[in-house]
């Protein structure tokens, strides 16, 4: 099978392509996020929840952590501490901050504007990584570009890039893709190289990658043995064998205690069917789209998680891949059979053990009945995250239709409808309604922070998960260990899972015992944290502990 043009492409080459699209796509990325950027260093790009979490990982890598026992700490689940080794750390996007906070210093603002800027360095790179796939399959300049910007710009990408690092860094995924492709096609032991460095650096980035990546290997080989019935063999053969083997070598390091804590209690955790596309997303705007405002209700109402569920994939780009489609059915053009077939793989990977339409189980079984117990595969509890697989293909797709327009109509026609098609593309995917939170450190959390007594935890009450998050937060500002936390895994018991809830004096025995000094109390709600009152449930907290500081967004009390 073969999809790649006749001549070869040198690292070198590909390089300086890399680089003027990451500089094009760095001016886009500028120009569509315009609205945030005043706020880079004092807001954080995002809702109020995970992002806390994942500024926390910021400052442990860079201030709090412990070198010796990075993965053990006292911090987190107060006082019996936390095992880390299976939290959800964005490694490569972690490395380039630790190394510019040693430049810039460590300041908290200094420390949000890292975050925010690395987070939009996704968008570029993403970019520029998929245009060296798409211009190269496509042998097209404008073709590749706009292809590219479907992939980095996808609604799905922008909701991931304002809740999850981790998930946000798919620009690997296709810089591996490019560079497998041409190991595999062109017989060079350099690309062989760069594609298992960026298997690596995706799969550090989500080790849910690591495995998407091997369904694309898998895919891959089961394309080209159904398409020419050959089986792999010699070269063909070697590549997939060489890449997988390689990476996980260089993982193994991370990989094997990682894959020892597994069998912890708190390793696994629900979601096959609740992190998922629903059938209908992928046609109506998500709530960051231009008519957002409109669709928030619904997928709100109907969609189990607006942001992982935003598969929507662009009138533009639906028109583009049907016309694809009608012009080459006669002519069983591979490219044209490879990316509708990577789409229909990925997609229905992405819909959930169950496929749902309009929020409503339909209990018609998809594929992923076949992982969701295995061995291993079992942790990958949020198959709406296998689109960014999906957009791939899809950018492939829009990439290869916009080049076959302007070669089929040639001339000033073929310009105007290039440049009215990709207007709409962009005006389609250009992100609206972009959510900030609030990121300065209180100054009443100086209470807790300059106390000079050692030793000693805080609990942030109420005991929900959005609490959990901001609490994680707080410590980056008054550095004391937490009683409540939240991970991607939590592996074993503490303080938290035993304390008493409703028995308030029994509760302040348990604290008491356990040397927590203070308690922070915010609202119950994840949207009123910083706007609404502390919640009147919390009244007995008040009647219980002495009140040290009580403000609109939070209180702080004294335990003894």
């Known amino acids: 099978m073969k999809l790649l043009p006749d001549e ?11 680089s ?19 706020h880079l260093s004092s807001e954080l ?11 926390w990982n910021v400052w442990y890598v860079t201030v709090a952590a412990d070198t010796r026992h990075f993965f053990e700490t006292s911090l987190l689940g107060f006082p019996e501490g936390q095992s880390l080794i299976l939290h ?60 590219a910007f479907v992939f980095a710009f996808s609604p799905w990408h922008v909701a991931m890039a304002l809740h999850h690092a981790n998930v946000s860094e798919i620009g690997y995924i296709a810089l591996f893709v490019f560079a497998y492709l041409e190991a595999l096609e062109m017989r060079s032991k350099s690309w062989l190289a760069i594609a298992v460095l960026s298997y690596a650096l995706a799969s550090l980035s989500m080790f849910y990658y690591f495995f998407y990546i091997l369904f694309f290997i898998l895919f891959q080989m089961s394309f080209a043995l159904l398409r020419d019935r050959q089986r792999p063999s010699g070269w063909t053969l070697a590549v997939p064998i060489i890449v997988t083997g390689a990476t996980l070598v260089l993982l193994l390091p991370l990989l094997l205690p990682m894959w020892l804590a597994s069998g912890a209690q ?14 209908t997303a992928f046609f109506v705007p998500p709530p960051t789209h231009i008519l957002g405002v409109w669709t928030q209700l619904y997928f709100d109402r109907l969609v189990n998680s607006p942001f992982e569920g935003a598969a929507y ?69 949020t198959p709406s995250r296998t689109f960014a697989m999906f957009s791939i293909f899809l950018a492939i797709g829009v990439g290869y239709a916009l080049s076959f327009l302007m070669k089929k109509l040639k001339g000033r026609r073929a310009q105007i409808y290039a440049t009215v098609t990709a207007l709409l593309i ?74 008493e809830r409703y028995d308030m004096t029994r509760q302040k025995q348990q604290l008491l015992q356990a040397h927590v000094k203070y ?31 009580r403000r609109s967004r939070f209180a702080i009390l004294k335990v003894y």
């Open 8 to 18: 070869k492409i040198t690292v070198g080459v590909a390089a300086l392509q890399f």
């Open 88 to 147: 959800s750390f964005a490694w490569p996007q972690l490395a380039v901050i630790d190394v510019l906070a040693k430049l810039t210093g460590t300041g908290h603002a200094t420390l949000v504007l890292l975050q925010n800027v690395l987070r939009l360095l996704s968008f570029p790179m993403a970019g520029a990584s998929s245009f060296l796939l798409i211009n190269r399959l496509t042998g097209h300049r404008v073709g590749g570009f706009v292809g």
């Open 313 to 381: 994939i662009g009138v533009a780009n639906i028109a583009l891949l049907i016309a694809l489609y009608v012009w080459q059915r006669h002519k069983k053009d591979v490219l044209v059979s490879y990316v509708l077939c990577g789409m229909a793989v990925f997609g229905l990977l992405s819909l959930g053990l169950q496929l749902q339409i309009g929020g409503y189980s339909t209990y018609l079984p998809m594929p992923d009945v076949l992982l969701w117990k295995a061995p291993v595969l079992s942790n990958l509890r």
């Open 45 to 55: 790009i995002g809702p109020p929840e995970d992002n806390y979490n994942d500024f």
């Open 266 to 279: 708190g390793a696994h955790r629900g979601g096959w069917n609740m992190y998922v596309m629903d059938l």
């Open 426 to 499: 962009i005006v389609d995917f250009w992100p609206a309604r972009i959510p900030m939170t609030d990121s300065s450190c209180p100054v009443d959390f100086g209470v807790m922070r300059d106390d000079p007594g050692r030793g000693f935890g805080v609990l942030t009450v109420p005991f929900t998960y959005e609490a959990a998050n901001w609490a994680m937060f707080g410590q980056t500002c008054h550095g004391r260990p937490i009683v409540q936390f939240n991970l991607a895994r939590i592996l074993r018991p503490s303080l938290v899972t035993r304390l």
């Open 519 to 549: 308690i922070v109390v915010v609202p119950k709600g994840l949207g009123t944290i910083l706007h609404d009152p502390v919640d009147a449930r919390s009244a007995p907290y008040f009647s219980t502990y002495r009140v040290l500081v």
């Open 20 to 38: 003027a699209a990451f500089a094009l796509f760095t001016f886009a990325t500028l120009v569509l996020f315009a609205p945030v950027l005043p």
